[in-house]
């Protein structure tokens, strides 16, 4: 509302023809914050001015607006080769996951022939195919060897 009063009284001082020196404070006050404003401006196009200069001279000169076909072949083959880098880290992904998973379970396997061969030492005499105590745990072991004995060495 002050600036309304003020406005309405500088008004009315201009039609009659009466300036006093308050009117003038502000009216030199305000033209020498539209003249600031005004070299900010021209200081921040400047400075714009020279980023783009820059920029022009680091990437060999003035570049060219690119035509809309161009645009949208580059873009297209951008969409197709993010799509094959994207199924590629896919498949990588998979082929990790594989390998380890092959590697716990060779050393499950590793842990598993550890433990026969201890009970192999403890039970030594009595591990044979014809001892009806040991004898299921002699033919499982025996199985176990006949199966997974390649895949360790």
Not at 76 to 87: C, D, N, P, Q, V
Not at 124 to 148: H, M, P, Q, R, W
Request: no cysteine.
């Amino acid at each position: 509302m002050a600036n309304s009063d003020f406005l309405k009284n500088l008004q009315n001082a201009v039609e009659k023809g009466e300036f006093n020196s308050e009117a003038a404070k502000k009216i030199t006050e305000i033209t020498a914050l539209a003249d600031l404003k005004q070299d900010h401006n021209m200081e921040e196009l400047n400075k714009r001015k020279e980023n783009m200069d820059k920029f022009i001279e680091e990437n060999g000169g003035y570049v060219a607006p690119v035509d809309k076909e161009v645009a949208t072949a580059a873009n297209t083959e951008y969409e197709i080769k993010m799509a094959e880098l994207k199924e590629r880290d896919s498949v990588m992904k998979n082929f990790t996951t594989l390998i380890e998973i092959e590697d716990m379970v060779k050393a499950s396997i590793e842990d598993m022939f550890s433990f026969i061969d201890e009970m192999e030492k403890v039970f030594a005499e009595k591990l044979t195919a014809d001892n009806k105590l040991y004898g299921d745990l002699y033919s499982k072991i025996e199985e176990l060897n006949v199966k997974y004995k390649s895949l360790i060495n």
